[in-house]
């Protein structure tokens, strides 16, 4: 199996693309490290998953450097060590831009970045001392590229994504350390059904800028990040993946399916 005698940690991994990219790495070998503020749904999860999955459970709202280190030492001291960091978790909020609230904007960044960011610090050099490199996985998205006029804060949390991954990846190759992101089109998880996709309007507005014509499965993500965390992408280095089903090169409108 591809990640056999691997362990990752995957934040946001209760559900939706974080639970599928935990059982995707599960189903290829690798022990798993759950991390989630759901702590019922996160712990049914791990338990489902078995003895090679364990679970932390806290909100990554209120993340610091010593949450970090502590998540990274809880994987340490339950597989032994680190070799890949999937940060996944994020949240969204629509409002106009000019209504967007303060606080909604500082809380985004905080879990949507700034938890990638100490992580991806602490997971860092955990595999700097272990010494046989590592991959770090940032979740983006399409809104690191396009402009949703009612998500500021996750626009710019996905932007910042983007460059976080570009810069920790030309830092940490050295080590032999590959960081690369996946940026998903719009994929069937709760955090859609709660915003961009909630009308049937905003559904069929959303396909009709899809070229494959339908949305994606959280494991046609899963699959990229099992993917990049493998030697199979030994050569790709700061890049973000967009499993969107053509919906970043389109310039055109599709036909909806009723
Ligand atoms: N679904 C999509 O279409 C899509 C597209 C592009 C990017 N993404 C990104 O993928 C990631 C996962 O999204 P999803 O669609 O699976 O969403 P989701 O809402 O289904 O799942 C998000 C998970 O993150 C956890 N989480 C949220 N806030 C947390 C906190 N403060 N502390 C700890 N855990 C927290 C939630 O409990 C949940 O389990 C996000 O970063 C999102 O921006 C999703």
Redesign the pocket.
């Known amino acids: 199996m591809k990640h056999e005698g691997k362990v990752a940690v995957i ?9 599928a990219c935990a059982e995707r790495l599960h189903a290829d070998g690798a022990k798993v490290m759950l ?4 702590e019922e ?2 712990k049914a999860a791990a338990a489902q998953l078995g003895e090679n999955a364990a679970c932390w459970i ?4 209120q993340i610091t450097r010593s949450m970090a280190d502590e998540i990274v030492a809880a994987t340490v001291g339950a597989f032994g060590k680190v070799d890949i960091l999937v940060a ?5 909020h629509l409002a106009e831009f000019v209504d967007f609230p303060e606080q909604m904007f500082d809380d985004i960044l905080t ?2 970045l700034k ?1 990638a960011f100490l992580l991806g610090q602490s997971a860092a050099k955990q595999m700097i001392a272990q010494g046989h490199g590592g991959s770090i996985i940032n ?5 690191a590229i396009l402009a949703n006029p009612h998500s500021v804060g ?1 626009a710019v949390s ?1 932007g910042g994504i983007k460059q976080l991954t570009a810069v920790m990846a030309v830092g940490l190759i050295q080590h032999g350390i590959r960081v690369n992101a996946i ?10 059904l ?1 915003s961009v996709m909630a009308t049937e309007e905003q559904r069929r507005t959303i396909l009709s800028r899809t070229p494959a014509r339908r949305l ?1 499965e ?1 494991h046609e993500v899963a699959s990229v990040a099992s993917f990049l965390a493998s030697d199979d992408a030994s050569y790709i280095v700061g890049q973000t993946i967009y499993p969107d089903g053509g919906r970043l090169i389109l310039n055109y409108t599709v036909p909806v399916e009723e």
Not at 11 to 19: S, V
Not at 35 to 38: N, P, S
Request: proline letters at 4%; aromatic letters at 2%.
């Open positions: 934040t946001g991994a209760a559900q939706g693309l974080g639970l991390v989630d503020v759901q749904k996160v806290g909100d990554l709202l996944n978790a994020g949240i969204i879990i949507n938890s979740m983006s998205s399409i809104n996750y996905k940026g998903p089109g719009t994929i069937m998880t709760e955090l859609n709660r994606g959280p």
